[in-house]
């Protein structure tokens, strides 16, 4: 298992071919046994593909707000007003075509289960990346956010984005990190 982790890394260049619905299907599994508080069992997923332009230009209508706060969402705001824009460099997406979210009551068990299915399509050759600005959203104006998607419990947030696809490139190993600091009391 350690050697998966150390082989492991962030995808953010994809081929130009999506993720079936049976391959989805096969991610959830990976939730589905992952632990959660009190046997609740709330979280819920949702597949972002075909409304994919409707959803990122809610996105920025929430999270323009700290546009002069970060440049990303800035350029985001140019990509998305620019008609000649190049659909592969994509300033939130880069090269996704999809993006599975986690919604839940509690922000744990939603971190958790996403990780779940985050680690099984590693290993089913899929790759990816986490979009913090996409889940910025839930935080600005969660009522906003939740019109897209009315057939999730109001009280549940979106705490996990996950933009996947299928790799164009391979890496052999992760990045280098710094040792990570361990206390005992």
Known sequence: ????????????WFKDEKIDEETF???LKGAYY?????????????????QMP???????????????ELFRIKQFGQYLRDPDHDVNRHPLLWEGKQMLLAFSENKTDATVAMCRVELLAYTMGLGGFYSLFSMMSDEINHEKLMEFFPEIDKNKH??????????????MRTRAHDKIKLTYK
Request: charged share 35%; glycine share 2%; with cysteine.
């Open 1 to 12: 298992m350690l050697q998966f982790y150390k082989q492991r890394r962030t995808c953010r």
């Open 158 to 171: 979106m705490y996990a984005c996950f933009i996947i696809g299928k790799p164009r490139i391979k890496y």
């Open 34 to 50: 992952s632990p959660n508080r009190q046997n609740n069992q709330d979280v819920e997923f949702v597949v972002i593909d075909k």
């Open 25 to 27: 299907e096969k991610l």
């Open 54 to 68: 409707e959803f990122m230009q809610l996105i920025y209508d929430i999270i323009k707000v700290k546009e002069d």
